[in-house]
């Protein structure tokens, strides 16, 4: 095999020498504090062992294990590598290296070794997050006493013709080549003194030695892949934006040649934002060109993850997979009620109403007691099938029962069509407790039976029960990417632009066409339909449902899921829904258990204080975090772009006359008492 | 469409133009809220492609009449009919679809969305795409969806090229005239055949108000609107309007050409007040037009 041998690759240019070292450092960092300080080293040893040398490992790898860990390695390294190439080709270098580093070495190696030290994902995460309040805090101080200002959005935009699309594609390519080049050497000298130390078996040279020869090859053409990428989002001369079709020759007259060309005629506040997403740019870690990146690095993580954690934590693996795939209906929930609150703006405080219909949907036909009902005997193995329609079903009925329950709220605002909501949320629960012959009253029904797959012996054959989290998982994980899917597509679209167009101005959208009884009642509806989802999981995955399972409370803690997410943003109500049930489930929950042993500091804290145990402050705590998020962060965690701006929008200088003229002497107080009839 | 058709600014207005033009009637409408009279036996006719100007002091029911013919507000008593049809007790969006649109007092735009996303939104009833599609995207909404984006641009160039060079801009950032023509705008993109526009020219200097009356202008003549107006600015009014209504707590008082309009010593003591009204032409106490 023979490569050109590019001077390119042996001296970079100038710039790209300095962008290397910046994104270098800046990578190569995090990723050797997890290579060797958190396993990843071991992962890959321990991978190679139990391929081939299983005798070796302390682990029980099976094949499938070990693949799928093989997998998650290579996704890990090579997107890490690819991500070298596309943030030096989108860099344009005009912000302060310290500020990049030590920006990396907050945002990843300290999470990492937080979570080293805790021996636990969440608590590691949750503490993570109290670092990162400090240091941006502590960051924006920093900045104003240094009066620090940034650099103009989109003063250095510059279109890239043919030639600096090359030098682009170059400047990634040597950056993924120096990058894995460097980081291939560095393990091998680490490999090389654990070898000298005895505690490398061998057999693993002949992975050091391929690993040295492959990883430079491999990191010219990942980086070739992150220039690549970054072209995608760089200005080119060719960029033109698309119209076809009748009417565009007369369109074109008066379109504006050039995305440059466009760009330059926006307000500065617009600016920021479109500068963010062009390469090069000043923050390509945070620009649309490098999410993919992240996605993919995150999504190989959960996808994973029930075979990483074992590598990572040890035991206790089904326990934290039943935990996270009850996180996961949670999420579900969230992203049904942002249809309603986010994208609608209707204050639905009645959640829990729709999530307890799906639930018993599942629960009355999933098991003994549809039996009971309607006298008809099923077989459970095959009856059990009728879990996948079953959850388009129970989710068209919850579905229906959104319109049902919409429907009186129609006419009521804000604050009235909050209060029917609520009491919705108050009446159902019990409805269903009453319904004794229906649904089995205050004893629940049980039995209720899991979903059921093919089942080939020895080839392929899920176990479903509670003592196999795994499978539930990688349910729940499928049925949340349909769920984003519909929630993404649905926002995108005519029905999306009219719900946000009711949110703004309900005078103003009905005036524009919109017909405000029906697309209301779209909004419940396709909200309950998610929660219509959920209920049918829960009920497979529980087993058994009652209704003092279900509180009208848990509609606000839904709702606040939603909020503190981050109103009408997909990733933010996911963010929202882990952080605040991770919070009350798996932080909150257990502070009294590390607080047991001595030593540790909370242990100190529980005993000089009389009477005080973290369960008795548990709420207490869950409040205060809550006003803190919306004291400091009221937009969410994620904002959509549309909130941050509601809530942080700063006036452009160059609008003087809007305020003084907006309310004409004697307007007509009338208007804003209006009723639609 | 050729470039003949084309010879000025107005590049939509072939796609825009009205076919069958509409003519609005008002008979004795009255709305009265507990104990206010706002509106008391109002009568008005406005004829195919005219238009017609409402004026009157503050507080005397313009924009309430505006209301009940957009169905935000159902009449108390009388009648309101499009082509002959009645349309009272119909839901604002219905109204649209009936052909009738409406810009409002004091600017009603969807801040926080782009200029384009306004106009999409203006669209709303000439797009045919439900949830169904939305979900699955089949090629008829792809299509659909481009086709209203050129048609959006289209309506923008309206105006000329400067608000379709910023159609990526929040509105909240837009200056003031410019958001006035992002509401026409919006209010087009639903291919009405009769347009309300409520003091279109509130706030402008003179250029500025000479620039709205150019393309109010062109949207009767190019487009081939009825529109009717309320308007403050008297030299406006008199300038453009076929035909004035005056309404004064709630009441028509006199109806007429401008000319008529301008002499009449109740509209002139309507304004000034009884110590003002001494035979004095009203539009030579405005500022020339």
């Known amino acids: 095999m023979s490569i050109a041998v590019r001077s390119s690759w042996l001296r970079p240019e100038r710039k790209t020498r300095k962008l290397l070292v910046r994104w270098l450092v800046a990578l190569l960092v995090p990723v050797l504090v997890f290579n060797f300080a958190w396993t990843g080293e071991g992962i890959v040893n321990n991978v190679f062992l139990g391929l081939f040398a299983p005798k070796l490992t302390n682990y029980n790898y099976t094949l499938s294990n070990s693949i799928q860990g093989g997998l998650f390695i290579l996704v890990f390294y090579a997107v890490i590598t690819a991500l070298a190439g596309y943030l030096t080709a989108a860099d344009s270098g005009r912000r302060s290296n310290i500020e990049i580093w030590v920006g990396i070495l907050f945002a990843v190696v300290v999470p990492l070794l937080l979570v080293i030290i805790t021996g636990d994902l969440l608590i590691g995460f949750s503490l993570f997050a109290i670092v990162w309040g400090l240091y941006v805090v502590g960051r924006r101080y920093v900045l104003k006493v240094l009066h620090y200002t940034p650099p103009i959005a989109l003063e250095h935009v510059e279109t890239l013709d043919e030639e600096g699309q090359q030098r682009l594609l170059d400047r990634a390519r040597s950056a993924g080549f120096w990058f894995a080049t460097i980081f291939a050497l560095i393990t091998l000298v680490g490999d090389i003194i654990f070898f000298a130390l005895g505690s490398l078996p061998t057999i693993l040279l002949a992975l050091v030695v391929a690993r040295t020869i492959i990883f430079p090859l491999a990191g010219y053409f990942l980086g070739w892949l992150g220039g690549k990428m970054a072209l995608r989002h760089a200005l080119t001369t060719s960029t033109q934006a698309p119209i076809n079709g009748a009417g565009a020759a007369n369109a074109r007259r008066w379109w504006v040649r050039g995305r440059k060309e466009q760009l330059e005629h926006l307000s500065s506040a617009r600016a920021q934002e479109e500068a963010k997403d062009l390469v090069p740019n000043d923050t390509p870690l945070q620009s649309k060109g490098a999410w993919p990146f992240y996605l993919v690095l995150l999504g190989g993580f959960i996808l994973f993850y029930p075979v990483l954690d074992a590598m990572l934590f040890g035991s206790g693996t089904n326990g934290r997979l039943s935990g996270y795939a009850n996180l996961g209906y949670y999420i579900i929930l969230a992203l049904g009620l942002n249809v309603v609150v986010g994208f609608a703006g209707l204050l639905d405080l009645g959640y829990v109403a729709f999530f307890v219909i799906g639930t018993y949907s599942w629960a009355m036909i999933g098991s ?310 | 469409m050729n470039s003949e058709q084309i010879e000025h600014e107005g590049i939509a207005t072939a796609a825009l ?39 009157g002091p503050n507080g005397a029911g313009k924009t309430t009449v505006f209301n009940l013919i957009t169905g935000i507000y159902r009449p108390t008593t009388g009648d309101i009919l499009l082509n002959g049809k009645s349309i009272v007790g119909h839901s604002p969006d219905k109204i649209v679809r009936g052909g009738i649109t409406r810009t409002f007092q004091n600017i009603r735009l969807f801040n926080n969305m782009t200029v384009l996303e306004n106009v999409l ?144 010593e109740r509209v002139i003591e309507a304004y000034l007040g009884k110590q003002g009204a001494e035979s004095v032409d009203l539009s030579a106490s405005e500022e020339n037009n």
Request: proline letters at 5%; one cysteine or more; aromatic letters at 8%.
């Open chain 2, 17 to 55: 133009k009205v076919d069958e033009p509409a003519s609005l009637e008002l008979r004795a409408v009255t709305k009265i809220f507990g104990g206010l009279k706002a509106v008391q036996g109002v009568d008005l006719v406005v004829k195919p492609r005219e238009i017609v100007s409402i004026i």
């Open chain 1, 368 to 677: 003994g007691q549809f039996t009971h009902l309607t006298q008809i005997v099923v077989n459970p193995q095959i009856w059990s099938w009728m879990f996948w329609p079953m959850l388009i079903i129970a989710a068209l009925i919850a579905a229906a029962w959104g319109i049902l329950l919409g429907a009186p709220t129609l006419r009521l605002r804000g604050d009235y069509l909050a209060i029917v909501t609520l009491g919705f949320g108050e009446i159902i629960p019990p409805f269903f407790l009453n319904l004794d012959k229906y649904t089995n009253g205050t004893n629940g029904i049980v039995g209720i039976y899991p979903p059921a797959t093919p089942c080939i012996q020895g080839v392929f054959c899920v176990q479903w029960s509670s003592f196999n989290a795994t499978p539930f998982y990688y349910l729940i994980l499928a049925l949340i990417v349909l769920c984003v899917f519909v929630n993404v597509r649905l926002r995108d679209s005519r029905l999306g632009r009219a719900w946000v167009a009711i949110r703004e101005d309900e005078i103003a959208a009905s005036s524009s066409g919109i017909n405000l009884v029906n697309t209301k009642l779209f909004a419940f509806a396709a909200g309950a339909f998610f929660s219509g989802i959920a209920g049918v999981y829960h009920a497979a995955k529980l087993g058994t449902v009652a209704p003092s399972d279900f509180n009208p409370t848990d509609s606000f803690v839904y709702l606040s899921m939603v909020v503190i997410g981050g109103l009408g943003s997909i990733p933010g109500v996911i963010v929202g829904g882990v952080v605040v049930y991770a919070l009350n489930e798996f932080i909150l929950a257990r502070l009294d258990t590390i607080a047991a042993s001595p030593g540790n500091i909370l242990y100190v804290i529980e005993h000089t204080i009389p009477n005080f145990t973290f369960g008795n402050v548990r709420n207490l705590l869950f409040g205060i975090i809550l006003i803190s998020i919306m004291l400091f962060r009221p937009e969410g965690l994620i904002p959509s772009a549309r909130r941050r701006r509601e809530l942080h929008h700063k006036k452009e200088d160059d609008i003087v006359e809007l305020d003084a003229l907006d309310e004409p002497v004697g307007a007509e107080t009338l208007e804003a008492e209006m009723q639609v009839e």
């Open chain 2, 121 to 264: 939104v203006g669209q709303h009833t000439q797009l045919k795409t439900g949830i169904l599609g939305a979900l699955f995207r089949p090629p008829r909404t792809l299509e659909e969806e481009e086709k209203a984006r050129i048609r959006a641009i289209e309506l923008l160039s309206f105006f000329g090229p400067e608000l379709v060079a910023r159609q990526e801009e929040y509105v909240m950032n837009l200056s003031y005239a410019e958001r006035r023509r992002v509401e026409i705008a919006r209010a087009l993109a639903a291919n009405p055949k009769i347009i309300l526009l409520d003091e279109p020219t509130a706030g402008m200097n003179e250029a500025e108000t000479l620039d709205a009356v150019k393309y109010i202008l062109r949207l009767r003549d190019e487009i081939g609107l009825t529109i009717l107006l309320i308007e403050h600015k008297l030299a406006v009014t008199m300038g453009i309007s076929d035909r004035i209504a005056v309404l004064d707590y709630g009441q028509k008082i006199v109806e007429g050409l401008p000319e008529e309009v301008r002499r009449n």
